[in-house]
């Protein structure tokens, strides 16, 4: 079965900090789909990034870097000099793949505060 | 290019009521996720429509919840003889093909009175 696990509940950092957001997956698959979404205090929540299985390579955008690591089912989200708009909840999602239609399994967020 | 729109927005009732809540997803997107999120939690899957067919529903979804999707456009998911337990956020999710991203609609909170 799948799992996300994202084991800080809460992060509190002051702007210009730079924060990593953690998260660790299981899965049996070996194709499958990694996502950030952003949920600010508004609610919606945002898509951020997403990852196959088969592509390891860090990405950059911005502010924003992810950091896959298959060898430790890792998928980790760092902001570089973060900004008090970048205070929501962040979640990391896995997809298994066609034997799941591709539905996600979210962990239970962590929730970022950006302090001015 | 218009996102995914869900309505309402905020739906408060008394238990034991029946009510049902509205996707329309992005225009073209042939697949349409529902979930639920409770407060301090992620979301969590009940349902996927594949164009009109419903193709998997969670044991979260018990015979109280029914799921359509008519003509493969727009879904309704509707709950009878509400419970306290009802209460949460329910979210519509749309995606274009397999494994591409899901983009989320505001959602419908429901407040079980």
């Known amino acids: 079965a799948q799992k996300v696990t994202q084991a800080q509940t809460e992060i509190s950092v002051v702007e210009k900090e730079d924060v990593t957001l953690d998260c660790v997956y299981e899965?049996?698959?070996?194709?499958?789909?990694l996502f950030w979404y952003k949920q600010p205090p508004s609610g919606e929540l945002v898509f951020l990034i997403r990852?196959?299985?088969?592509?390891?390579q860090n990405e950059i955008s911005g502010r924003y870097s992810w950091n896959f690591q298959k060898s430790t089912s890792s998928f980790n989200f760092t902001i570089t000099a973060s900004q008090v708009v970048d205070s929501a909840v962040y979640f990391c999602?896995?997809?298994?793949?066609?034997?799941?239609?591709?539905?996600?399994?979210f962990g239970k967020g962590t929730l970022l505060t950006v302090n001015p | 290019d218009t996102g995914v729109s869900q309505n309402p927005r905020h739906k408060i009732t008394k238990r034991g009521q029946n009510v049902t809540f509205r996707c329309d997803p992005i225009s073209e997107h042939n697949r349409l996720y529902w979930y639920r999120q409770t407060l301090g939690q992620g979301p969590e899957f009940l349902t996927y429509?594949?164009?009109?067919?419903?193709?998997?529903k969670s044991r979260l979804l018990s015979d109280r919840f029914s799921a359509e999707r008519p003509k493969g456009s727009f879904s309704t998911l509707e709950i009878q003889r509400t419970e306290q337990g009802d209460s949460a956020m329910y979210l519509c999710?749309?995606?274009?093909?397999?494994?591409?991203?899901?983009?989320f609609g505001d959602g419908t909170r429901l407040s079980i009175l």
């Open positions: 429509f594949q164009n009109e067919a419903q193709l998997e």
């Open positions: 990852r196959n299985s088969f592509d390891e």
């Open positions: 999602a896995l997809s298994e793949g066609r034997s799941s239609n591709y539905k996600l399994t």
């Open positions: 999710a749309s995606s274009l093909m397999s494994g591409q991203p899901q983009h």
């Open positions: 899965t049996r698959d070996t194709t499958y789909y």
